[in-house]
């Protein structure tokens, strides 16, 4: 898609307003948090310096660093109402409407009262997302009421802490930070405007994140990962990638886990994710999943010039992690929390209520007939 067009419909290649929190596809395929590049935090910090980064507008000293993992440790418990309401909830639900439902339940039991606390609200949401969604996850599934605070450094082993029972191996560990780390933000994307929609209108953390979990479920947005497990999933082998989408292609049927709506040549979070997703088929000793992601990534660039986004490649790398693949959007969510809390706080710190205008294409103006002769 080397020759996309940013303009038309979507507001596609219209600004509509202005950050200091990340660039995306600026050289066609580059990606900033704050003005580093994703690849130099990749490879040299950890998902909570990142966070703080965003959150806090730089990267943080050790001494910084180590009050914030304790802090961020500190939050991770859940009230028993809020508990409650996730035993409620049914095995069979999708885990992105418990996201929803959680954030939401959060912000009635500890309400942002004052923007004021917008930091600390942001906080205790980026530590509660995992225990959020593993609680009911294990309840739901597993019929087991699990202790949600782990002595876990990170995030992301204490995500995979909670779902299995067990301290992630170094490797799954050091792939779920980087993971966190390639979701976190990126603009104007379609869950993060909901979310500064909603800050506009001066309403609460809570509601604007609870808006961008609606927003992000999406498959043409963070759904699209789970939506490409399930393509791969099924494919057999290399030939079989081929015919596959040979026929979708044909079908016009649009293939989960490619194209962007802004990167023009490819996404700079697919060569990291590549790259963990074949150490991770390495390891879990069957690279099935790895090769056919492969395969539809060539084919892809050979039939329409189309490259895997972030998500696609996260299909593999997740799934040899042990993760169920209705968890995989979830995961985004307890990310993408640092770019949408900071586009809020961004949102209110120069805020005007966001509020476009139309092209009206409707009938011309006529009179109510009385109701007998409609
Ligand atoms: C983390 C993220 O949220 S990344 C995005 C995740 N979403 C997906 O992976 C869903 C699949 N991809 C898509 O639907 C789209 O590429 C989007 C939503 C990401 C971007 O949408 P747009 O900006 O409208 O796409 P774009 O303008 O590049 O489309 C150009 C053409 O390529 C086609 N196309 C784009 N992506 C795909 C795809 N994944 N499979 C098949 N065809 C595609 C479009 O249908 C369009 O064809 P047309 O000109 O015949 O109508
Ligand atoms: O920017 C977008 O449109 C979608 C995306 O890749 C993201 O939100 O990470």
């Given at each position: 898609m080397?020759?996309?067009?940013?303009?038309?419909?979507?507001?596609?290649?219209?600004?509509?307003?202005?950050?200091?929190?990340?660039?995306?596809?600026?050289?066609?395929?580059?990606?900033?948090?704050?003005?580093?590049?994703?690849?130099?935090?990749?490879?040299?910090?950890?998902?909570?310096?990142?966070?703080?980064?965003?959150?806090?507008?730089?990267?943080?000293?050790?001494?910084?660093?180590?009050?914030?993992?304790?802090?961020?440790?500190?939050?991770?418990?859940?009230?028993?109402?809020?508990k409650e309401?996730?035993?409620?909830?049914?095995?069979?639900?999708?885990?992105?409407?418990?996201?929803?439902?959680?954030?939401?339940?959060?912000?009635?039991?500890?309400?942002?009262?004052?923007?004021?606390?917008?930091?600390?609200?942001?906080?205790?949401?980026?530590?509660?997302?995992?225990?959020?969604?593993?609680?009911?996850?294990?309840?739901?599934?597993?019929?087991?009421?699990?202790?949600t605070e782990t002595d876990d450094e990170h995030i992301g082993a204490h995500f995979l802490h909670l779902l299995h029972s067990k301290k992630p191996s170094d490797l799954h560990a050091k792939v779920m930070d980087s993971s966190l780390i390639l979701y976190a933000e990126h603009e104007f994307n379609a869950s993060t405007f909901t979310g500064r929609v909603c800050a506009s209108t001066l309403s609460d953390m809570h509601s604007c994140v609870t808006g961008?979990?609606?927003?992000?479920?999406?498959?043409?947005?963070?759904?699209?990962?789970?939506?490409?497990?399930?393509?791969?999933?099924?494919?057999?082998?290399?030939?079989?990638?081929?015919?596959?989408?040979?026929?979708?292609?044909?079908?016009?049927?649009?293939?989960?886990?490619?194209?962007?709506?802004?990167?023009?040549?490819?996404?700079?979070r697919n060569a990291i994710i590549k790259s963990w997703s074949e150490q991770l088929a390495a390891d879990f000793g069957d690279d099935r999943l790895y090769r056919v992601s492969v395969a539809c990534e060539s084919i892809m660039w050979e039939q329409k010039k189309l490259f895997c986004n972030a998500d696609f490649f996260h299909a593999s790398a997740y799934h040899y992690m042990g993760i169920p693949t209705e968890l995989f959007t979830p995961i985004f969510v307890c990310s993408r929390l640092t770019g949408w809390a900071a586009h809020v706080m961004e949102q209110r710190s120069n805020n005007r209520i966001i509020r476009p205008s139309a092209d009206y294409v409707g009938e011309e103006p006529r009179r109510v007939k009385p109701i007998a002769e409609r």
């Open positions: 080397t020759d996309k067009k940013l303009s038309g419909a979507g507001l596609r290649g219209q600004s509509a307003g202005e950050t200091a929190l990340s660039t995306v596809g600026k050289s066609g395929s580059g990606l900033t948090y704050r003005g580093y590049d994703l690849k130099d935090l990749a490879d040299n910090v950890c998902f909570e310096e990142v966070a703080y980064l965003i959150l806090k507008g730089e990267l943080p000293n050790q001494q910084q660093l180590n009050e914030y993992v304790i802090k961020l440790k500190s939050l991770r418990g859940l009230p028993t109402a809020l309401v996730l035993e409620r909830i049914p095995a069979d639900t999708h885990p992105m409407d418990v996201m929803r439902t959680g954030c939401s339940m959060l912000g009635n039991l500890e309400p942002e009262h004052s923007f004021n606390e917008q930091n600390e609200a942001a906080d205790r949401l980026l530590a509660a997302f995992p225990s959020i969604i593993c609680y009911w996850y294990r309840f739901s599934h597993d019929g087991v009421r699990i202790e961008a979990i609606g927003s992000l479920r999406g498959p043409l947005h963070g759904g699209a990962n789970e939506a490409a497990m399930a393509l791969i999933e099924n494919l057999k082998d290399e030939q079989d990638a081929r015919d596959t989408l040979a026929g979708m292609l044909a079908r016009k049927d649009k293939i989960m886990g490619f194209g962007h709506a802004i990167y023009r040549e490819s996404d700079p």
